[in-house]
């Protein structure tokens, strides 16, 4: 099974409107982290936000926020009052465990359009 | 200061010779991961070297040497590489281990190996 899903490989939204990204997970770990990164074109890896699986609420970073649901294993991100400089490519990853170096999973990525 | 600075940017090889990619952070991160990425997939991890050693090695060809000089450095050696090695090489590293270090990546270098 997969680690980390993304269901969407491309996605379009219009200059300021909200758009939520799917990202889900499997582990049967009780300690692991979720974490979001944008990749422009460029190539560069941005980390976004990130949620530990111990955290009670959701985490938010500017116009990032995301939408933890534990018990449906899933993550999504949610951008608000998107711009065009949003527009890239999305990973979701998750870290498993502790002391486990290699165990850091990307999902397939969404590609991100923001529309003028 | 979360930066981590990839040199060179792009490089252009042929099969029969020997280069090297450089990376570097000042972040006194003590994990330090290659990453190779083909276009529209995810990373795909390399090795990780932790306090300079390295800690895991993702079964990849000889051809490829991974080297830590210090704690701010990485370099990945490379020799007699194949056209389908051609691929984005992302560094990255983390503050240390376990499920809530943060990875930060560098700008990548593009490779093509003619």
């Known amino acids: 099974a997969q680690k980390i899903t993304q269901t969407q490989p491309g996605m379009f939204v219009q200059e300021k409107e909200a758009v939520t990204l799917d990202c889900t997970y499997d582990?049967?770990?009780?300690?692991?982290?979720l974490f979001w990164y944008k990749q422009p074109s460029s190539g560069e890896m941005i980390f976004l936000i990130y949620?530990?699986?111990?955290?009670?609420q959701n985490a938010t970073e500017g116009r990032y926020s995301l939408n933890f649901q534990k018990a449906r294993k899933s993550a999504n991100l949610v951008i608000s009052a998107s711009q065009l400089g949003d527009s890239a490519m999305y990973f979701c990853a998750m870290r498993e465990g502790v002391y486990n170096f290699n165990k850091f999973y990307f999902g397939s990525g969404t590609k991100l359009n923001v529309k003028p | 200061d979360t930066e981590v600075t990839q040199t060179p940017k792009h490089l252009v090889m042929g099969m029969t010779n020997k280069k090297s990619l450089k990376c570097e952070q000042h972040?006194?991160?003590?994990?330090m991961y290659w990453y190779k990425q083909k276009a529209k997939k995810p990373p795909e991890l390399m090795f990780v070297?932790?306090?300079?050693?390295?800690?895991i090695n993702e079964s990849v060809p000889s051809r490829f040497s991974p080297e830590c000089p210090n704690s701010s450095l990485l370099n990945l050696h490379l020799h007699a590489l194949q056209p389908e090695d051609s691929a984005l090489y992302l560094c990255?590293?983390?503050?240390?281990?376990?499920?809530?270090?943060?990875?930060?990546f560098g700008p990548g270098t593009r490779l093509l190996v003619l």
């Open positions: 949620q530990g699986s111990y955290d009670q």
């Open positions: 582990t049967s770990d009780p300690s692991y982290g």
């Open positions: 990255a590293s983390s503050q240390e281990w376990g499920p809530q270090e943060t990875q930060y």
């Open positions: 972040m006194g991160h003590r994990a």
């Open positions: 070297y932790s306090y300079e050693k390295l800690s």
